[in-house]
């Protein structure tokens, strides 16, 4: 009865009281103390598994964390423009140089590069299979083979546009279609109904659900697809952590940033191809 009555529930509930004071205090401070960038990038570096790689590195180097927002390379940019990501990770040259003139963002950094490649049915009912991009298009056109684009102002369906134009086609045949997607999506779409598709390389080479796809169309020196990184310019948004941007850039530039790049392979293939200050 002694240990009953020396029990106070006021006494508890103070020092309990004071014990969820010092948690909350403590996650305050960590949240507090938590560095984090937000980067707006493109589902195929996202997709390829490059971030998985990458940004631990990053992390182990600088003590940052950064969030990705991971879109088309147009919506990406569109991010930017709004201050709603403070470092862009992207593969759309003409795009970033323009909302460089603009003012939006600060210089643009090479980074790395790897190529497009046109994906169809390994039978190739089209005939395609070949060198050139712009023959390969002409002849899908004819054919009014099945097409999948992703329609969703990304770094690759700027590529296809170019490449329609290329071909000296406005009308790209009774089997385009646009799915307004990620590159992984238009990748299922394609082996779903055994169309043809362009994609970046990374993305294709870590794309496991391939059906009867097949790389067609390769080799092209127009198929070059490199990528760029802009900090978002502080003097358009105050509010951007420029300074922290600029490390991921400067160390995604940098001799180990460009290591850690060259090392990410899928079934021993490099995916992408660091060219930093080229």
């Not at 970046?200 to 127009?222: C, H, I, K, M, Q």
């Not at 310019?233 to 790049?261: L, Y």
């Amino acid at each position: 009865m002694k240990i009953l009555a020396s029990f106070r529930p006021s006494g508890l509930i103070k020092y309990g009281l004071f014990a969820i004071y010092l948690v909350a205090f403590a996650g305050a401070s960590a949240g507090a103390s938590a560095q984090t960038i937000t980067m707006a990038s493109t589902t195929s570096t996202e997709q390829s598994g490059l971030f998985a790689h990458l940004l631990p590195e990053f992390k182990r180097a600088t003590g940052l964390d950064v969030k990705v927002v991971a879109l088309g390379t147009g919506q990406a940019l569109d991010m930017g423009r709004r201050g709603d990501a403070d470092v862009l990770f992207v593969h759309d040259t003409e795009a970033e140089e323009k909302i460089v003139a603009e003012g939006f963002a600060l210089r643009r950094l090479p980074v790395m590069y790897n190529d497009f490649v046109l994906i169809g049915p390994a039978a190739d009912p089209a005939r395609l299979r070949g060198r050139d991009i712009a023959l390969a298009l002409k002849k899908l056109s004819a054919a009014n083979a099945p097409f999948v684009s992703r329609g969703d102002k990304s770094g690759t369906h700027a590529a296809e546009l170019r490449y329609w134009k290329l071909a000296g086609l406005e009308a790209r045949g009774g089997g385009y279609r646009e799915c307004g997607c990620g590159m992984g999506p238009a990748l299922n779409m394609a082996a779903s109904t055994g169309a043809y598709v362009l994609s970046d390389r990374g993305t294709w080479l870590s794309f496991r659900n391939r059906g009867d796809l097949a790389v067609l169309v390769e080799g092209d020196t127009r198929l070059f697809n490199p990528y760029g990184v802009l900090v978002v310019n502080p003097a358009r948004h105050p509010h951007v952590k420029a300074a922290d941007a600029q490390k991921f850039a400067d160390w995604v530039t940098s001799p180990a940033g460009q290591a850690v790049i060259a090392a990410y392979r899928i079934g021993g293939e490099q995916l992408f191809f660091p060219n930093a200050g080229r």
